[in-house]
């Protein structure tokens, strides 16, 4: 019974903050709309799954997966909220994560996710690194979730949050690097691929993209550490509002959690086959 307290500082993920210039480099505005067209005629989605993710598709490549927070970080405040390197500036260790408000909390839920797509990635042939080992201890701290994504040399390396918001706010939301230079602006490119099959894939789970974050399920950020200090292609994948109560019967799920870590397995696997 992992209880995070309801002082998840949730806004640290959430709140679109203002972006530096330097960001009008990739705008938001060149991302394709996700029309109804978008999510039923889904290009490559969904059937071709299984037979994707399996066979070998992914021998040789490397995903760091990242599940966001731990199970313990609310029990070591200070610990958690030492100042670390963000990306030219300074931040928080990490954060307790949000929950539900039956008591689900976002860290057992990316542990969840993370584990069942690790077990899909592996069944295709990758070589795939967790950030944690169990749902039980403290951090690591953000710049270190980084520093495994660039020391592993990953193809790819994927953070699993789900957020918390006003009930009525529905939907995930893809955070992507937006181009920092010297630290995001090699890798804001391929992230923003990425998080576009991201979004082709993920509303076949049963979530749509959000109605009131970001732009048609995606949304560029500069203040988070885990992707500023990443020199591999990486993405946020907040997979829902847990204080929504149409999202957390779904975040709650257990076959939810699979169909979810399905989608991003498929995603995960057209990225790096067309890579
Ligand atoms: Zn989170």
Same mark, same amino acid.
């Given at each position: 019974?992992?209880?995070?307290?309801?002082?998840?500082?949730?806004?640290?993920?959430?709140?679109?903050?203002?972006?530096?210039?330097?960001?009008?480099?990739?705008?938001?505005?060149?991302?394709?709309?996700?029309?109804?067209?978008?999510?039923?005629?889904?290009?490559?989605?969904?059937?071709?799954?299984?037979?994707?993710?399996?066979?070998?598709?992914?021998?040789?490549?490397?995903?760091?997966?990242?599940?966001?927070?731990?199970?313990?970080?609310?029990?070591?405040?200070?610990?958690?909220?030492?100042?670390?390197?963000?990306?030219?500036?300074?931040?928080?260790?990490?954060?307790?994560?949000?929950?539900?408000?039956?008591?689900?909390?976002?860290?057992?839920?990316?542990? @969840?996710?993370?584990?069942? /797509?690790? &077990?899909? +990635?592996? *069944?295709? =042939?990758?070589?795939?690194?967790?950030?944690?080992? #169990? %749902?039980?201890?403290?951090?690591?701290?953000?710049?270190?979730?980084?520093?495994?994504?660039?020391?592993?040399?990953?193809?790819?390396?994927?953070?699993?949050?789900?957020?918390?918001?006003?009930?009525?706010?529905?939907?995930?939301?893809?955070?992507?690097?937006?181009?920092?230079?010297?630290?995001?602006?090699?890798?804001?490119?391929?992230?923003? @691929?990425?998080?576009?099959? /991201?979004? &082709?894939? +993920?509303? *076949?789970? =049963?979530?749509?993209?959000?109605?009131?974050?970001? #732009? %048609?399920?995606?949304?560029?950020?500069?203040?988070?550490?885990?992707?500023?200090?990443?020199?591999?292609?990486?993405?946020?994948?907040?997979?829902?509002?847990?204080?929504?109560?149409?999202?957390?019967?779904?975040?709650?799920?257990?076959?939810?959690?699979?169909?979810?870590?399905?989608?991003?397995?498929?995603?995960?696997?057209?990225?790096?086959?067309?890579?």
């Amino acid at each position: 019974m992992l209880t995070v307290p309801a002082t998840e500082p949730s806004t640290s993920t959430t709140v679109p903050t203002t972006l530096p210039a330097s960001t009008s480099t990739v705008p938001v505005v060149t991302l394709p709309p996700i029309g109804s067209a978008g999510v039923s005629v889904p290009s490559t989605p969904s059937t071709t799954t299984d037979q994707a993710v399996g066979g070998g598709s992914l021998d040789g490549r490397v995903v760091v997966i990242d599940p966001g927070h731990n199970g313990g970080n609310g029990g070591a405040t200070s610990e958690i909220n030492r100042q670390v390197e963000a990306g030219g500036f300074r931040k928080a260790c990490d954060t307790t994560g949000t929950s539900t408000n039956g008591g689900y909390s976002e860290s057992a839920f990316n542990w @969840d996710v993370s584990n069942r /797509l690790a &077990e899909l +990635l592996r *069944a295709g =042939g990758a070589k795939v690194i967790l950030t944690r080992d #169990s %749902d039980r201890g403290v951090g690591p701290c953000i710049d270190r979730r980084a520093g495994i994504g660039n020391l592993a040399g990953a193809d790819v390396a994927v953070s699993v949050h789900a957020d918390g918001s006003d009930a009525g706010n529905r939907g995930f939301h893809i955070l992507v690097p937006g181009a920092l230079p010297g630290y995001t602006d090699d890798i804001a490119g391929p992230s923003r @691929d990425y998080a576009r099959i /991201l979004r &082709e894939e +993920l509303p *076949a789970a =049963g979530m749509p993209p959000s109605n009131y974050i970001g #732009s %048609d399920g995606i949304m560029l950020r500069t203040d988070l550490g885990g992707l500023n200090l990443s020199d591999v292609p990486k993405v946020f994948v907040e997979s829902g509002n847990m204080r929504d109560p149409t999202d957390a019967a779904l975040l709650t799920s257990p076959e939810f959690r699979q169909r979810w870590a399905e989608r991003i397995a498929a995603a995960t696997t057209r990225f790096l086959q067309q890579r």
